[in-house]
T-cell receptor, first 113, second 117 residues
Framework: AQSVTQLDSHVSVSEGTPVLLRCNYSSSYSPSLFWYVQHPNKGLQLLLKYTSAATLVKGINGFEAEFKKSETSFHLTKPSAHMSDAAEYFCVVSARGDYKLSFGAGTTVTVRA | DADVTQTPRNRITKTGKRIMLECSQTKGHDRMYWYRQDPGLGLRLIYYSFDVKDINKGEISDGYSVSRQAQAKFSLSLESAIPNQTALYFC????????????????FGEGSRLTVL
């Protein structure tokens, strides 16, 4: 069994300040972990993925996430928020090699000018 | 043009009506999926298909059926729509290499918003 908990349903930041989106996971097997982003009226797009290589994963648009097994966490960060980062973000877990994905409830990011 | 195309993008219907949501893809992927998104619940898997002859139920298949007409086409039907099927529906595709899935790398359409009155 596997699941993810996104600890914040909504995050509001000022443009140019850091963004932190928190995700904790639970998995009976070695997990693969992902972050997806959904912009308004669009489908989901893969931001980055962890599949057992480096624990610090870099993604698109300046985002990165760190896999911490001891804390069962996979938090997403960006050093400097841009207005275009306003979107909903989903943390996702699967057992490695498995097609079955478990999505978190999502975190909505608002960026203030 | 989008790689994964869903039609219709928006639909309002009445309780008891039959509804079909269609999905077509140009990515050449074998695997296709239908998900449902509800606020605060993330995405939940309705049905998935690994090839034209392989269709499987997901976690919330009751009240839904699917048809894989071709490698590139995967449709979702609500035989008798009810209000709690009001949601945003996503079609997605993924690669699969032999027996191993490239897990997590899904490619999504832009969604079909369904309202059942």
């Amino acid at each position: 069994a596997q699941s993810v908990t996104q600890l914040d349903s909504h995050v509001s930041v000022s443009e140019g300040t850091p963004v932190l989106l928190r995700c904790n996971y639970s998995s009976s097997y070695s997990p693969s972990l992902f972050w997806y982003v959904q912009h308004p009226n669009k489908g989901l797009q893969l931001l980055l993925k962890y599949t057992s290589a480096a624990t610090l994963v870099k993604g698109i648009n300046g985002f990165e996430a760190e896999f911490k097994k001891s804390e069962t966490s996979f938090h997403l960060t960006k050093p400097s928020a841009h207005m275009s980062d306003a979107a909903e973000y989903f943390c996702v877990v699967s057992a490695r090699g498995d097609y079955k994905l478990s999505f978190g409830a999502g975190t909505t990011v608002t960026v203030r000018a | 043009d989008a790689d994964v195309t869903q039609t219709p993008r928006n639909r309002i219907t009445k309780t008891g009506k039959r509804i079909m949501l269609e999905c077509s893809q140009t990515k050449g992927h074998d695997r296709m999926y239908w998900y449902r998104q509800d606020p605060g619940l993330g995405l939940r898997l309705i049905y998935y298909s690994f090839d034209v002859k392989d269709i499987n139920k997901g976690e919330i298949s009751d009240g839904y059926s699917v048809s894989r007409q071709a490698q590139a086409k995967f449709s979702l039907s609500l035989e008798s729509a009810i209000p709690n099927q009001t949601a945003l529906y996503f079609c997605a595709t993924s690669r699969g290499t032999g027996g191993r899935v490239v897990a997590g790398e899904l490619f999504f359409g832009e969604g079909s918003r369904l309202t059942v009155l």
